[in-house]
């Protein structure tokens, strides 16, 4: 099943440019893109690796890796876990001994070691692996000082295409993922969700992850699924009469 995202302008013109030139980037005649995405935890960066890497392998021929996407979150900034990130980049590639498909880090942690060598030899491994992989480099919305220096030390040292603020969820987009994510679970085929997709938009005006918006939607659901229940037998009995 693709990935829809929800939401997130920014990113679907950044799949829009990578859906143009996927056959460019496939055959090397374009060097796949760099990103600084600023975009807190808890806000969807998953599914952006998930749907930038549909929107790729969707217009490619050959898969270069066994993963179409690879993510690596709070890496410690410590030499075993800069070891441990290149073995999972080599081990993810298939033809080449280089991977070649999506890659989200978030090295935050290393913005408090930039003058030791743990930190020059992650943007030694992450510039190699960007000459071959889309890259993306995860932040918080809004930087901190330490943070804003390693943003500084990457777009120094790497080929960065460009700083991307996303827009974070609104309550609206959070009422549409949850109710998206039931209507894929679960068979409520006929039931209009319009209704309760403004009373769930209602309680997440305060919500800032994705994990509290489920935690709403599981209540939420409970209390109102004899709701969705009767209005799916209703349908059922109206296309039974349709039907005779």
């Given amino acids: 099943m693709k990935t829809t995202l929800i939401g997130m302008p920014e990113i679907k013109a950044v799949a829009e440019t990578i859906s143009i030139h996927a056959n460019e980037y496939e055959l090397g005649f374009k060097k796949k893109p760099t990103y600084i995405v ?31 996407y690879i993510e690596f979150e709070n890496i410690e900034a410590t030499m075993s876990a800069v070891e441990e990130l290149g073995i999972r980049l080599s081990d ?19 913005a408090h070691h930039l003058n ?20 993306l480099f995860f932040f918080p919305q809004e ?23 996303v827009t974070p969820y609104s ?12 209507k894929e679970v679960a068979d409520f085929i006929g039931v209009d969700f319009s209704a309760f997709k403004r009373q769930l938009s209602a309680n997440m005006k305060n919500v800032s992850s994705l994990s ?11 209390e109102n699924l004899s709701k969705l229940t009767t209005s799916l037998y209703i349908d059922e009995i109206k296309n039974e009469e349709v039907k005779r």
Avoid: W
Wanted: glycine share 6%.
């Fill in 38 to 68: 600023l975009l807190d935890k808890g806000q969807g960066r998953t599914v952006v690796l998930e749907y930038l890497a549909d929107v790729y392998s969707g217009k490619t021929v050959f898969p270069s890796g066994l993963d179409s």
């Fill in 92 to 110: 993810s590639a298939i033809y080449k001994p280089y991977y070649e498909e999506v890659c989200g880090v978030d090295i935050c942690k290393f």
């Fill in 116 to 135: 030791e060598l743990q930190t020059d030899l992650v943007i030694k491994l992450l510039k190699e692996a960007s000459e071959h992989c889309f890259m």
């Fill in 143 to 165: 930087p901190n000082k330490s943070e804003q220096r390693l943003i500084d030390r990457l777009c120094d040292a790497l080929d960065i295409s460009s700083t991307i603020e």
């Fill in 171 to 182: 309550a609206k987009d959070y009422a549409e993922i949850v109710i998206k994510h039931y």
């Fill in 212 to 222: 509290e918006a489920f935690k709403i939607g599981e209540s939420f659901f409970d």
